[in-house]
C-alpha cells in the first residue's frame, strides 16, 4: 500500500507541475499575441500665393498679373522706361493645419538682364529676411489659426539705364518678361 501511495503523490506532483506549466505557457502566449492600433488624422497643406494653390514644396512660378503702376507719364494700362509701380503678393494659409517656411525668389533685371523691372524695395505685414533674390519668411501655427495673411510689395521700376530697349508695339510685354517670382514652401520642423 505504502508503494501505491508514492505513486500517487508523485502523480499528483507530476500533475500539478503540468497544470502550473500550462496556465504559464497560456498566459504567454495571450501577452505575445497583443495588438495595438494608432491613428491620427493628416495635416491638411494648402496654401494659396495670389489666388494659385500651392500644394507641394517644390518652386512653383507666381504669375503677377496685377501690378499698381504709378501712371504719371505714360497711358492708363501700359508701361515705358522710367515706369514704377508696386506688387502685392498675398500668402493665405487659411486652411493648412502646419506652420511653415515659405521662400520668394525674385528674378528681375539684377539677376537676368533680360529682364524689363528691378525690385527696389520689399515691404511685409511680418518680418521676412533676404539672402541674395531670395526673401524668407515663417508663418506660425499660431498665425494660421488666427487667420492672418501675408502681403508682401515688391516696388519696381523699369531702369533702361539711358539706353533703348527695343520692344515691339504690336506686342504687348508679357509678365514672364517683366519679372519672375517663384514660390516655395516647407513645412517648420522646429
Same mark, same amino acid.
Given at each position: 500500500m ?7 503523490i ?8 503540468f ?6 505557457t497560456?498566459?504567454?502566449a ?19 500665393? $495670389? $489666388?494659385?494653390?500651392?500644394?507641394s ?5 507666381i504669375?503677377?498679373?496685377t ?21 502685392t ?9 502646419v ?11 539684377t539677376?537676368?538682364? #533680360? ?11 511680418? #518680418? ?13 501655427l ?10 508682401i ?14 520692344v515691339?508695339?504690336?506686342?504687348d510685354?508679357?509678365?514672364?518678361d517683366?519679372?519672375e517670382?517663384?514660390?516655395k ?6
Amino acid at each position: 500500500m505504502r508503494k501505491y501511495k508514492n505513486i500517487i503523490i508523485a502523480l499528483l506532483i507530476v500533475i500539478t507541475c503540468f497544470l502550473y506549466l500550462s496556465t504559464k505557457t497560456t498566459y504567454t502566449a495571450y501577452e505575445s499575441e497583443t495588438e495595438t492600433s494608432v491613428e491620427g488624422e493628416v495635416a491638411d497643406w494648402k496654401i494659396k500665393v $495670389n $489666388n494659385t494653390l500651392v500644394t507641394s514644396n517644390t518652386a512653383q512660378q507666381i504669375t503677377i498679373d496685377t501690378i499698381d503702376w504709378d501712371e504719371n507719364h505714360t497711358k492708363e494700362g501700359t508701361i515705358s522706361p522710367g515706369t514704377s509701380g508696386v506688387i502685392t503678393i498675398s500668402i493665405d494659409p487659411t486652411t493648412t493645419q502646419v506652420a511653415f517656411d515659405y521662400y520668394l525668389e525674385i528674378i528681375d533685371q539684377t539677376v537676368d538682364e #533680360n529682364k524689363l523691372l528691378t525690385i527696389t524695395k520689399v515691404e511685409s505685414s511680418s #518680418n521676412i529676411t533676404k539672402e541674395e533674390n531670395t526673401y524668407h519668411g515663417t508663418m506660425t501655427l499660431q498665425d494660421i489659426k488666427n487667420k492672418k495673411k501675408e502681403q508682401i510689395k515688391l516696388y519696381a521700376t523699369w531702369d533702361d539705364h539711358g539706353e533703348d530697349v527695343m520692344v515691339n508695339p504690336n506686342e504687348d510685354p508679357q509678365p514672364s518678361d517683366l519679372l519672375e517670382v517663384n514660390f516655395k514652401a516647407a513645412q517648420k520642423k522646429k
